[in-house]
């Protein structure tokens, strides 16, 4: 994660800090071996759309209908 454009809009706007948050969610889901899949704001920013957000969003599956699925 870390596109060009993406970066400078985050410093320009000054919400670098989420970019921070985002990785250590992922950090922690990776760890745990929890699936994700991050959405949003930040999503589109690093795919070249570039739109100001104020928030960190992902997706985890519910992690009860996971093991019930498995079962």
């Known amino acids: 994660m ?4 993406a970066y400078l809009l985050r410093e ?3 919400t670098s800090g ?9 950090e922690i889901l990776t760890h745990h071996g ?3 899949l ?3 704001g930040l ?4 795919h070249g759309y ?3 957000t104020t ?16 079962q």
């Open 50 to 52: 570039f739109r100001v």
């Open 55 to 70: 928030d960190c969003d992902l997706v985890v599956p519910d992690i009860l209908d996971a093991l019930a699925a498995e």
């Open 2 to 5: 870390r596109t060009k454009g």
């Open 18 to 26: 989420l970019e921070q948050t985002l990785l250590s969610a992922i």
């Open 12 to 14: 320009t706007t000054g």
């Open 38 to 40: 991050v959405v949003g």
């Open 34 to 36: 929890v699936p994700h």
């Open 43 to 46: 999503a589109v920013q690093e």
